[in-house]
């Protein structure tokens, strides 16, 4: 069973995001992910409605909606992917074109929050 920060800390290591010139920016948007979820959780706990909720709460703080969530959403899909969550949690992170132009987001499920 793998926690929160070793996940993170993994994602990082591996992802080649560390690389890239977004780095500083998608290490604190994950930062923030892992402690509002908490670093010790397991991963394989997760539910979609604590990350629908975190992405409601990205959504109200504005901003760059669809770089926020992006991190995010790789971050969740890498965990499925090699095997750390039995959940397909990326999905919830839908991001449309509308988040750009402040008019919504597709959480998933046909919920668009404005």
């Keep these: 069973m793998t926690n929160m920060s070793d996940a993170l800390t993994g994602y990082l290591a591996n992802s080649g995001l560390m690389k890239s010139a977004d780095a500083q920016y998608a290490q604190k948007e994950l930062h923030r992910f892992g402690r509002s979820i908490g670093w010790t959780r397991l991963v394989d706990s997760l539910a979609p409605p604590e990350i629908a909720s975190y992405a409601e709460g990205v959504i109200s ?41 402040g008019l919504g987001v597709d959480l998933g499920g046909g919920r668009i929050i404005k």
Excluded: N, Q, V
Aim: net charge negative; proline share 2%; hydrophobic share 40%.
């Design 61 to 101: 703080a504005g901003g760059d909606i669809p770089g926020r969530l992006g991190f995010i959403k790789d971050f969740l899909a890498y965990l499925k992917k090699h095997g750390l969550s039995s959940h397909s949690l990326a999905c919830l992170l839908y991001t449309s074109d509308a988040a750009d132009e």
